[in-house]
T-cell receptor
Framework: DAGVTQSPTHLIKTRGQQVTLRCSPISGHKSVSWYQQVLGQGPQFIFQYYEKEERGRGNFPDRFSARQFPNYSSELNVNALLLGDSALYLC??????????????FGPGTRLTVT | AQSVSQHNHHVILSEAASLELGCNYSYGGTVNLFWYVQYPGQHLQLLLKYFSGDPLVKGIKGFEAEFIKSKFSFNLRKPSVQWSDTAEYFCAVNDQAGTALIFGKGTTLSVSS
């Protein structure tokens, strides 16, 4: 079975530009979470979506937005890119929200470099 | 706010040595605790988790962790490491909603053969 897939693998953008990252969850999973992993740090929670609705948001500025589509795939958008947005962006999918009952499975990530 | 501290940034061991990686959390509510591993070139994957019950939990590949509530700790252990255990290890705790993971900074383990 295919795991969580993310595209693109790598991306280079210039400060001020906008970027869209994509995630396809494991088949049957309806919840998608996004995390940012800056070099040398652990992943930091950005958003969670379930059944196309936002279920959680981390401490990130409004430049970050996301959405989930009817097929449960998801996009993360970042506007007005800053150098500090350079990071590995991870997508995780689960059957539903709730860490106690539903394991989150991580994708390989998208490496974003902002110059 | 919840947080996780991993005190060991980089641990270097020889094969067959015993391993203990420290993890402390700060969270006053009901905690769910996790250890994730990221092998070189691979995805983050779950090693083990604690929700309730027996504070000694066993995970995959011979790893175990002990939840000590009084010390707010959830240390990862393995009696005898192998070269293939070389990886980055992350401790995590649930957020207040119980839906998102809060990770520590990670510990890089290097095992020499």
């Amino acid at each position: 079975d295919a795991g969580v897939t993310q595209s693109p693998t790598h991306l280079i953008k210039t400060r001020g530009q906008q970027v869209t990252l994509r995630c396809s969850p494991i088949s049957g999973h309806k919840s998608v979470s996004w995390y940012q992993q800056v070099l040398g740090q652990g992943p930091q929670f950005i958003f969670q979506y379930y059944e196309k609705e936002e279920r959680g948001r981390g401490n990130f500025p409004d430049r970050f937005s996301a959405r989930q589509f009817p097929n449960y795939s998801s996009e993360l958008n970042v506007n007005a890119l800053l150098l500090g947005d350079s990071a590995l962006y991870l997508c995780a999918s689960s059957l539903a929200p709730g860490l106690k009952n539903y394991e989150q499975y991580f994708g390989p990530g998208t490496r974003l470099t902002v110059t | 706010a919840q947080s996780v501290s991993q005190h060991n940034h980089h641990v270097i061991l020889s094969e067959a040595a015993s391993l203990e990686l420290g993890c402390n959390y700060s969270y006053g509510g009901t905690v769910n605790l996790f250890w994730y591993v990221q092998y070189p070139g691979q995805h983050l994957q779950l090693l083990l988790k604690y929700f309730s019950g027996d504070p000694l939990v066993k995970g995959i590949k011979g790893f175990e962790a002990e939840f000590i509530k009084s010390k707010f700790s959830f240390n990862l252990r393995k009696p005898s490491v192998q070269w293939s255990d070389t990886a980055e290890y992350f401790c995590a705790v649930n957020d207040q909603a119980g839906t998102a993971l809060i990770f520590g900074k990670g510990t890089t383990l290097s095992v020499s053969s």
